[in-house]
Each structure stands twice: as structure tokens, then as C-alpha cells.
């Protein structure tokens, strides 16, 4: 941790700067999770100790909740699941994600103290817990998550009070951290990471955080190195400035950001973009063609139908109504591209989830075509190397791909591996299958331009083998990774 000090953040209280020089996709420091859990509805999907998503896990036999990948992951996972396990086969019952969290948290700081490495630059007493600042809804659900881990708490474990259980809450709540899982397209599971916790927020940050899942598939555990975050520089970074990342996404409205801000993590943001509502209004602009423009009333008249539709879209898909999701979909747009830019939010919204579900239907020219507008959106929306870019640039990549544009396909998939290569560097399993989407669409694109006819014959042949994998199942939004932070349900 000699590349970062605490210091005190003028109108934030602490926060962490850099004490040397750092250039885009430099690791500023990587920290290992107090511990983490996988969310409640996945609990049978993910392993519990590597984070991967398998199709067939093992379950533990002691308590019948716990899943793992194998023997290996199992016996790595054992010191963290231990008493975990022996209190669920006492208790009855699984108890949600809160209570598990909150008390593998509690069982490592019995065992080590509050300062359980080196580098943890800060004690779990000394993070905010922002008890006194809750709602009254909030604070009952909170009590009711107390009530329910006293019950479930082993009387053989040290006892605490009410004050201290409560803290664990409080944390867990503003400071738990979304883990993804291996290829960083789910949230799987939440985590505590004290130093993260010391970062502050700016809603156009010098830093982003991605999880490296480490290497866990020697059979000895002695061999595996652990899960941790990485904090990674945007660009260049000054000695000496404060170190930031964005807490929620970008792409909503300064206002909408400084709500739930104020909501999750209680403290009004003042940053440049909120106080400037800078780029605002491209966010909600309207389209101009020919040097004519439509009028405020026109824009606002197709923003508000763009909404409605956005709710009836949202509800068809988390239905599985897909053919109906299209529809809807095509509707608004038919109706609104020509009044609204191709940087409003609601419309690039549209644009995604379109480009998604129509790749999951295979009709992969229509997705492609939606995929491109949501990425030539976002390049004016986000950080160039924001990683919802990165992400975006290689899902219209493998579209085009799928849809025989190979040109766009490579350029696209070029753009995403630039970005991922500083969002989350080179031995990430996402940027490594993007290099190997980068060589295989840069060997095709040379075969079109050589032989159009001997690439289409051998790209029939490629798809037959799927060398880059279909789209999955649209998910729910809730499902994606919006947030840095888990908000607790």
C-alpha cells in the first residue's frame, strides 16, 4: 500500500491519494476480501469459493447449502465455510446474504483483530456505518436482520453487543462491495474490502475497480492465489491526487445520481459533472437534421413516450416475452429516432436491450445494427476508458461478427480490448478471450479482403463450431453490474 495515504479529503472526511506518479492501467493496489458471500437466488448456481459460475456443483454435505465446483474449491473455500457450516446445521435453516456476510466478517475479526493483513490501512470500527443516518424502512429491515443473526449466531462464538452487530450492518450496507463473477458480466455475490471502503466517489473518477478471481484451479489450495480487487488509473494520475471511483453509473442524470447517492451512501455529491449537470443535456437532447432541430415540446413529448415504453419493455422482459420486447421496442424507435439524439439515454437504452434480445434471437444484422448506435452513444457519453464502453464495444463486436460484417466486427472488438486493457489489464479471463476475438477477426478480415468467397465458406464452418458464444438469456437489469457497491435487500 506505499503507492496510496489516507488523508482528509476536503467536505469527504477520509479518502486516499496517490503518493507516486500513475499512468492509464497501472494497478494503484490490489486487496484481498475480509470476506465475501454469493447472492441468495444464485446460492445454487456459483461456486462459494472460486465465484465461477459451473453448470453442475457439488453440494456440502454438512449443510446441504453450500455449492462448489470440486473437491479443490471446496477444501480452498473450507476456512471461510467452517463455522458458517456448523451454524446453519444448528440453526435449521439458511439465513440471507446480510446475516451470512455480517458473520463470516464477525468470525474472522474473533480470530485475527480488526486489522487482519499488513496492508489494511484502516480498522472495520473506524468504517462508516451511517446507522444514525437511515430511513425509518431502512433501519426496520436492519433490525429485523439483527433479530434473525442473534438467532442464528453460535452460542460457542464470542458474543457482542447490539452497537457492534449493528456497525457490521451499517457497513455492509454502503460499503459492500459487488463481486462479479470470472468473466465480470454477473453480479454473483457482495464482499467487505476495507481499503476500497477509504476510496471516494466522483461521477467522472480517475479509477475503476474490477475483481480478480486469482487462481484457484491447482489441486494443491497452497498453490491458489487469493480473489482480491484491483484499483486501476483511468489515465494519468498526479502525485498527490485524491484517488476516485464512480459508486453508480454514469449514464444517469446528475440529479438521478445525486438521489441515489444521497439514498445508498448519504452524502450530497458536489463533484464537477453533478454541479455543471455536464453532459446533461446530450442525455436528453433531440436530434438534428440538416441543421434543423425539433422543438423543446416535440423532445419532451417523445422523451416521456420513450419512458413509458421503457416500463412496458422492462416487464415484457423479465417475463421472457421476447418476440413482445422486440415489438415494443420497435415501436418507440420508429417513433422517436427522428425527434431524439443518438446520445439520449432512453433511446440508447432502447438500443441495447433491442441488440440484445435480438442476438439472443439470432437475428443477428438487426442486432448489430442497434449494438453500434448504443456504442457510437455512449463514446459520447462515457470516459473513453470506461469499462460500460468496453463492454458495449464488445458486444456490438461479436454481433457484427455473428452477422457477417467482419470489418465493423474487428474494428469494434480493437476498440474493446484497448479499453479492457487498462479497465482490467492483460491476465483478465474477459480481456483474454477478447485477444483471442482480436486475432481471429483480424486473421478473417484479411481472408475477406484476399478471397471474399473462401472466407464466407470457411465462416460457415467457424459458426458450426461457435467459436465466439451466442448471446445468453437477456438478464434483468438487477442481474447486470450497474453499481460498485451491493445495496442490501
Same mark, same amino acid.
Given at each position: 500500500?506505499?503507492?496510496?495515504?489516507?488523508?482528509? @479529503?476536503?467536505?469527504?472526511?477520509?479518502?486516499?491519494?496517490? =503518493?507516486?506518479?500513475?499512468? @492509464?492501467?497501472?494497478?494503484?493496489?490490489?486487496?484481498?476480501?475480509?470476506?465475501?458471500?454469493?447472492?441468495?437466488?444464485?446460492?445454487?448456481?456459483?461456486?462459494?469459493?472460486?465465484?465461477?459460475?459451473?453448470?453442475?456443483?457439488?453440494?456440502?454435505?454438512?449443510?446441504?447449502?453450500?455449492?462448489?465446483?470440486?473437491?479443490?474449491?471446496?477444501?480452498?473455500?473450507?476456512?471461510?465455510?467452517?463455522?458458517?457450516?456448523?451454524?446453519?446445521?444448528?440453526?435449521?435453516? =439458511?439465513?440471507?446474504?446480510?446475516?451470512?456476510?455480517?458473520?463470516?466478517?464477525?468470525?474472522?475479526?474473533?480470530?485475527?483483530?480488526?486489522?487482519?493483513?499488513?496492508?489494511?490501512?484502516?480498522?472495520?470500527?473506524?468504517?462508516?456505518?451511517?446507522?444514525?443516518?437511515?430511513?425509518?424502512?431502512?433501519?426496520?429491515?436492519?433490525?429485523?436482520?439483527?433479530?434473525?443473526?442473534?438467532?442464528?449466531?453460535?452460542?460457542?462464538?464470542?458474543?457482542?453487543?447490539? #452497537?457492534?452487530?449493528?456497525?457490521?450492518?451499517?457497513?455492509?450496507?454502503?460499503?459492500?462491495?459487488?463481486?462479479?463473477?470470472?468473466?465480470?458480466?454477473?453480479?454473483?455475490?457482495?464482499?467487505?474490502?476495507?481499503?476500497?471502503?477509504?476510496?471516494?466517489?466522483?461521477?467522472?473518477?480517475?479509477?475503476?475497480?474490477?475483481?480478480?478471481?486469482?487462481?484457484?484451479?491447482?489441486?494443491? =489450495?497452497?498453490?491458489?492465489?487469493?480473489?482480491?480487487?484491483?484499483?486501476?488509473?483511468?489515465?494519468?494520475?498526479?502525485?498527490?491526487?485524491?484517488?476516485?471511483?464512480?459508486?453508480?453509473?454514469?449514464?444517469?442524470?446528475?440529479?438521478?445520481?445525486?438521489?441515489?447517492?444521497?439514498?445508498?451512501?448519504?452524502?450530497?455529491?458536489?463533484?464537477?459533472?453533478?454541479?455543471?449537470?455536464?453532459?446533461?443535456?446530450?442525455?436528453?437532447?433531440?436530434?438534428?437534421?440538416?441543421?434543423?432541430?425539433?422543438?423543446?415540446?416535440?423532445?419532451?413529448?417523445?422523451?416521456?413516450?420513450?419512458?413509458?415504453?421503457?416500463?412496458?419493455? #422492462?416487464?415484457?422482459?423479465?417475463?421472457?416475452?421476447?418476440?413482445?420486447?422486440?415489438?415494443?421496442?420497435?415501436?418507440?424507435?420508429?417513433?422517436?429516432?427522428?425527434?431524439?439524439?443518438?446520445?439520449?439515454?432512453?433511446?440508447?437504452?432502447?438500443?441495447?436491450?433491442?441488440?440484445?434480445?435480438?442476438?439472443?434471437?439470432?437475428?443477428?444484422?438487426?442486432?448489430?445494427?442497434?449494438?453500434?448506435?448504443?456504442?457510437?452513444?455512449?463514446?459520447?457519453?462515457?470516459?473513453?476508458?470506461?469499462?460500460?464502453?468496453?463492454?458495449?464495444?464488445?458486444?456490438?463486436?461479436?454481433?457484427?461478427?455473428?452477422?457477417?460484417?467482419?470489418?465493423?466486427?474487428?474494428?469494434?472488438?480493437?476498440?474493446?480490448?484497448?479499453?479492457?486493457?487498462?479497465?482490467?489489464?492483460?491476465?483478465?479471463?474477459?480481456?483474454? #478471450?477478447?485477444?483471442?476475438?482480436?486475432?481471429? =477477426?483480424?486473421?478473417?478480415?484479411?481472408?475477406?479482403?484476399?478471397?471474399?468467397?473462401?472466407?464466407?465458406?470457411?465462416?460457415?464452418?467457424?459458426?458450426?463450431?461457435?467459436?465466439?458464444?451466442?448471446?445468453?438469456?437477456?438478464?434483468?437489469?438487477?442481474?447486470?453490474?450497474?453499481?460498485?457497491?451491493?445495496?442490501?435487500?
Amino acid at each position: 500500500m506505499e503507492n496510496v495515504a489516507i488523508f482528509d @479529503a476536503p467536505g469527504k472526511g477520509r479518502g486516499l491519494k496517490a =503518493t507516486k506518479e500513475f499512468w @492509464a492501467g497501472d494497478v494503484i493496489f490490489a486487496e484481498p476480501s475480509v470476506a465475501a458471500v454469493v447472492f441468495d437466488s444464485l446460492a445454487e448456481r456459483i461456486c462459494h469459493s472460486c465465484f465461477r459460475t459451473q453448470d453442475k456443483l457439488q453440494r456440502c454435505g454438512q449443510c446441504k447449502f453450500a455449492h462448489y465446483c470440486d473437491r479443490t474449491c471446496q477444501r480452498a473455500g473450507w476456512a471461510e465455510h467452517k463455522q458458517e457450516c456448523g451454524a446453519i446445521k444448528a440453526y435449521g435453516k =439458511t439465513p440471507n446474504e446480510n446475516i451470512r456476510l455480517v458473520a463470516r466478517i464477525m468470525w474472522r475479526h474473533d480470530k485475527e483483530g480488526s486489522v487482519m493483513s499488513d496492508m489494511q490501512l484502516t480498522t472495520l470500527e473506524e468504517l462508516e456505518d451511517h446507522i444514525a443516518d437511515m430511513q425509518e424502512d431502512e433501519l426496520k429491515d436492519v433490525k429485523v436482520d439483527i433479530h434473525n443473526f442473534l438467532d442464528y449466531w453460535p452460542r460457542t462464538s464470542k458474543q457482542h453487543t447490539i #452497537d457492534d452487530i449493528s456497525h457490521f450492518f451499517g457497513v455492509i450496507n454502503c460499503n459492500g462491495f459487488t463481486v462479479s463473477d470470472q468473466r465480470g458480466l454477473q453480479a454473483v455475490g457482495v464482499g467487505l474490502f476495507p481499503n476500497l471502503c477509504l476510496v471516494n466517489h466522483d461521477c467522472w473518477p480517475n479509477c475503476t475497480v474490477i475483481l480478480n478471481h486469482g487462481n484457484q484451479s491447482a489441486v494443491n =489450495t497452497m498453490f491458489h492465489s487469493q480473489r482480491r480487487i484491483e484499483l486501476r488509473s483511468l489515465g494519468k494520475i498526479e502525485e498527490g491526487e485524491e484517488l476516485t471511483v464512480a459508486y453508480v453509473d454514469f449514464l444517469n442524470l446528475s440529479e438521478e445520481r445525486r438521489r441515489m447517492l444521497k439514498a445508498q451512501y448519504f452524502f450530497d455529491c458536489t463533484c464537477e459533472h453533478c454541479k455543471g449537470h455536464i453532459k446533461d443535456d446530450l442525455k436528453m437532447a433531440g436530434t438534428e437534421v440538416d441543421g434543423v432541430k425539433p422543438t423543446e415540446e416535440q423532445v419532451k413529448e417523445a422523451t416521456d413516450y420513450c419512458y413509458q415504453m421503457l416500463e412496458k419493455m #422492462d416487464n415484457a422482459r423479465l417475463s421472457g416475452n421476447y418476440h413482445e420486447v422486440v415489438k415494443i421496442c420497435k415501436d418507440c424507435i420508429e417513433k422517436t429516432e427522428p425527434v431524439l439524439a443518438n446520445t439520449h439515454i432512453y433511446q440508447i437504452r432502447m438500443w441495447s436491450t433491442l441488440s440484445e434480445v435480438q442476438a439472443y434471437l439470432q437475428f443477428f444484422n438487426d442486432a448489430a445494427e442497434y449494438s453500434r448506435k448504443m456504442v457510437e452513444g455512449y463514446m459520447k457519453l462515457y470516459h473513453p476508458n470506461n469499462a460500460a464502453l468496453g463492454m458495449a464495444a464488445m458486444r456490438a463486436g461479436v454481433t457484427h461478427w455473428q452477422g457477417g460484417e467482419i470489418e465493423t466486427a474487428h474494428a469494434m472488438i480493437c476498440r474493446a480490448y484497448g479499453i479492457l486493457m487498462v479497465t482490467h489489464g492483460p491476465t483478465h479471463p474477459i480481456t483474454k #478471450d477478447l485477444e483471442s476475438m482480436r486475432m481471429q =477477426t483480424e486473421m478473417e478480415l484479411k481472408m475477406f479482403k484476399q478471397n471474399e468467397y473462401v472466407y464466407h465458406s470457411m465462416r460457415e464452418a467457424a459458426l458450426k463450431n461457435k467459436p465466439m458464444s451466442m448471446m445468453h438469456e437477456p438478464r434483468s437489469v438487477e442481474e447486470g453490474i450497474k453499481n460498485l457497491f451491493h445495496r442490501r435487500k
